[in-house]
């Protein structure tokens, strides 16, 4: 039944989609056949760091390349502004400006000052360094007029998601956690300075070489690409001219900078910290404030340009965001990102699998228990970097005991890839978890093998997957999981699939695993074209995904799902998303949904509408909000999801969003409510103040999350959190939990 309605839907958008293309789309002649080339130049004197460049004689002689090529909204033209950029370096310093001409200064957008902040709703300048020239992996650096640091890591030319698409890329931070082929989390140790003027606004970068990674040769050719973003206009244009379905982080369309020469390797990090901490916890009888004091140390040293070892002791993580709450409501385990620095550098490079759904390796398996708790982690290790042809991956860590509830465990983890031309690798991945504590025994132990690769064909097509093969104790069969997917994109459209295989005993304990024992099928076809003189329309996007699982032993669908869709983005930057939902849930067990609400065992077929609307996100108010409506386990179920963001300048700016569900099915009828409000003040690029309060009547608890931070070098600073955690009762209702953590962090360069 769910595959008829598959092709049905495949043909009519095929059809759908060659008449709306040949009647109102333009398409771009793309030649990448020359990509361009600048130089590098030495520098006996280092340049002021001001984002003054026109008045530094440091950079007088240094030639500036000029020429950048719209992506949007009118992609293949030239840029609508003018945008020099110079490169240099001295003996330990790599270099980066830019000039960014604007006629009009007045009206340049600063969204935020944050670290890592969104890039996408400000005028911004970025660029990417594939220092290894492979065209799958490199470094992202940016920044917008206030002077923001954003650093980002990339692997495998930022696929890391179904598909080989394109898109844009920004903030986010706290929601990218690991997975993917952009890790936000990395932070690395750099400077940059701007200035708005009377002709637009400049920016000086100073990157240390020690904070890259690059082979040992002494001059270097790196692959690079910049990308300048005008908000007011919408426009996006890049040096190295790309075609719409990709961004910058498609490094193998980059071009090039020669003549680098760059030092020996030497790098050694100390970063110790001391944490204080009083805590509370109101659901013990009797309790009483417990404060505590505690010290640690990272420290990361590079034994080669290429190869990074980094330890760390007495491991804590108080200064993280909590995580943000979500609502249940399906019988499957929910997905939580990563968002722990150490765990997230060169995380790229130990992800394997399918976000969200089969995760070979998922780093919230170490030091974070079922519900969420902290798990003390006495330390570990971590060597990552390139040997060689390969790149390898080893990480080491071992967690105490607490009480008789949870034993301490050593986890162990190994990656080795080889990578090949034209965005293709192979690689291996062995996990290891072995029970340590004083109850475990020789038998508590889970290991995983697995094979995974990708093969690009030509410059638009990708094929990869996965074979995996668990270990636990007294289990001899069915402990492996399988997929493969596919995708071919170009300006118009883009086309993938994929297959995967879980078998009723695959246990990734080191990993994430969504359900178990099932086969999924899944397709995707997504187009995208831009009419000419339509409605004041910029893009629209049609587009359609399905999928759906099966039982491995009975062939028993237990979810069946099909989106049509329509995108209509709009040149004043408004978006309008018009869908169509097919939804089957084959349900085996009865499970309780909500107190006292019962779904019974059957197969629901349901349809639904989604209508999401959004206004210009860089405007100081804007708003969005999705809607679907439809049918849901034998009744119906309507949601709304409103989200409102108000900004003062770049420095105060706060969200305020919900997440409503009203349930009515035959087992009963409920309500659930999120409610999620930010509030983040910038003192300065480095001094920040963010509050993050939950209300969620379906746990029955309020909870407030507020951060101090004063930033140093590689987010090292000074750290004030306060978490509170209340009963909904009455206003403020009884707490729960409350507690105050202090921690500062100091970064030594021991080479500095």
Request: a negative charge.
């Amino acid at each position: 039944m769910i595959f008829k309605v598959f092709a049905q839907t495949a043909s009519v958008f095929a059809v759908t989609h060659l008449f709306l293309v040949s009647s109102f789309g333009r398409q771009i002649q793309f030649d990448d056949s020359e990509r361009p080339v600048m130089s590098a130049v030495p520098l006996s004197e280092a340049p002021v760091l001001d984002g003054i460049v026109s008045g530094d004689p440091a950079w007088h002689n240094v030639r500036a390349v000029s020429t950048f090529w719209q992506q949007a909204p009118n992609d293949g033209e030239p840029a609508s502004e003018r945008t020099e950029i110079r490169i240099a370096y001295t003996e330990d310093i790599f270099y980066v400006s830019a000039i960014l001409f604007d006629r009009n200064p007045e009206a340049i957008i600063v969204s935020d000052s944050r670290r890592d902040a969104s890039l996408d709703d400000t005028d911004s300048f970025r660029f990417i360094l594939d220092t290894f020239r492979d065209s799958q992996n490199g470094f992202v650096f940016g920044t917008n007029p206030a002077g923001i640091e954003y650093d980002a890591q990339v692997t495998n030319a930022g696929q890391g998601g179904f598909g080989g698409g394109g898109g844009s890329f920004g903030g986010g931070r706290q929601r990218r956690g690991s997975g993917g082929g952009l890790n936000l989390n990395w932070d690395g140790s750099w400077e940059v300075a701007t200035v708005i003027n009377e002709s637009g606004w400049s920016v000086e970068f100073a990157i240390p070489f020690r904070t890259l990674r690059f082979p040992s040769s002494d001059v270097q050719t790196w692959g690079i690409n910049f990308q300048r973003n005008i908000r007011r206009r919408n426009e996006k244009s890049f040096w190295a001219q790309l075609p719409r379905q990709y961004n910058l982080t498609r490094v193998s369309l980059a071009g090039e900078i020669n003549g680098i020469r760059v030092p020996k390797s030497r790098n050694l990090k100390v970063m110790p910290y001391a944490l204080s901490s009083t805590q509370r916890d109101y659901e013990i009888e009797d309790s009483k404030l417990e404060n505590t004091g505690e010290f640690g140390i990272d420290v990361k040293y590079s034994l080669t340009s290429s190869l990074t070892l980094d330890a760390t002791y007495n491991t804590d993580f108080a200064q993280v965001e909590v995580d943000e709450q979500q609502v249940n409501l399906d019988r499957f385990s929910l997905f939580f990102p990563e968002k722990r620095p150490f765990f997230l550098e060169n995380a790229g490079l130990f992800s394997v699998g399918e976000r969200g759904e089969v995760e070979l390796f998922f780093s919230r398996r170490i030091g974070i228990d079922e519900n969420g708790g902290s798990v003390p982690i006495v330390g570990g290790g971590r060597l990552s970097g390139q040997v060689g042809d390969f790149k390898v991956g080893l990480l080491e860590m071992q967690t105490e005991s607490v009480g008789d509830e949870l034993q301490a465990n050593n986890f162990g983890v190994a990656r080795v890839v080889k990578e090949f031309p034209n965005r293709s690798s192979l690689g291996v991945l062995f996990t290891n978890r072995q029970g340590t504590g004083s109850f475990a025994d020789e038998n508590d132990y889970n290991r995983l093998f697995a094979v995974d690769g990708q093969l690009g064909v030509g410059e638009n097509g990708h094929v990869k997957g996965f074979f995996a093969q668990s270990s636990s104790p007294d289990i001899g069969d069915n402990e492996f999981a399988f997929r493969a997917d596919g995708s071919y994109s170009t300006e118009t459209v883009t086309l993938s699939g994929g297959y995967t295989e879980v078998a009723s005993n695959f246990n990734p304990e080191i990993g994430f695993l969504r359900r178990s024992n099932y086969r999924k099928a899944s397709l995707s076809i997504f187009s995208r074209f831009r009419p000419e003189n339509f409605l004041s329309l910029q893009e629209i996007r049609p587009h359609t995904n399905m999928w759906g699982y099966w039982g491995r032993d009975d062939a028993f669908q237990e979810t069946g799902y099909v989106h049509i869709d329509t995108h209509w983005e709009f040149k004043n930057a408004w978006e309008i998303h018009t869908g169509y939902n097919l939804r089957r849930e084959g349900v085996r067990e009865e499970f309780e949904i909500s107190d006292g609400v019962v779904v019974p065992a059957d197969t629901y077929d349901h349809t639904e509408i989604q209508i999401v609307a959004q206004t210009d996100q860089s405007d100081p108010i804007n708003l969005s909000v999705r809607t679907t409506i439809g049918g849901f386990f034998g009744g119906d179920k309507v949601s709304v999801s409103p989200s409102l963001k108000v900004r003062y300048d770049e420095a105060l700016s706060t969200e305020f969003s919900l997440s409503h569900n009203d349930v009515n099915i035959p087992g009963g009828a409920f309500t659930t409510n999120l409610f999620r409000v930010r509030v983040n003040y910038s003192f300065s690029t480095r001094i920040f103040v963010q509050l993050l309060g939950q209300y969620n009547d379906s746990d029955d608890i309020w909870s407030a999350n507020v951060r101090f931070g004063w930033l140093r070098a590689a987010n090292t600073g000074l750290f004030v959190v306060y978490n509170q955690t209340n009963m909904i009762d009455g206003w403020p209702g009884p707490v729960l939990n409350k507690g105050l953590t202090v921690k500062y962090t100091h970064l030594f360069d021991v080479f500095e």
